[in-house]
């Protein structure tokens, strides 16, 4: 990613990475209490969306960024980032 839109995304998923840190900590010290097992599933729920929503905003900013850049790529490449760039949301969904 480049300029100054990609410092703020970066900074925005990094954010959000440490938020789910937390989280996945706070998963380990309920698992490790023995907390009631809806507490556990609902709080695994809010993690696996946070990381997915991490993953999300990412994922835009890697498509925006590099179709914005085509122009300066040969166009094989450009495929190439392209059929990347989707597999990539494939797998991020199964």
Known sequence: MHGVES?????QVLVRLRRVEGQVRGL???VDE??????ILQQLQATLAAL???????VRAYAKDCL???ET???RN????????LDLMIKARS
């Open 68 to 70: 914005l850049h085509t």
């Open 52 to 58: 997915q929503n991490a993953g999300d905003l990412f």
């Open 7 to 11: 410092a703020a995304i970066k900074d």
């Open 73 to 75: 790529t040969d166009p």
């Open 78 to 85: 450009r495929e190439q980032a392209i059929d990347t760039l």
């Open 28 to 30: 380990q010290k309920m």
């Open 34 to 39: 023995e907390r009631d097992c809806r507490e």
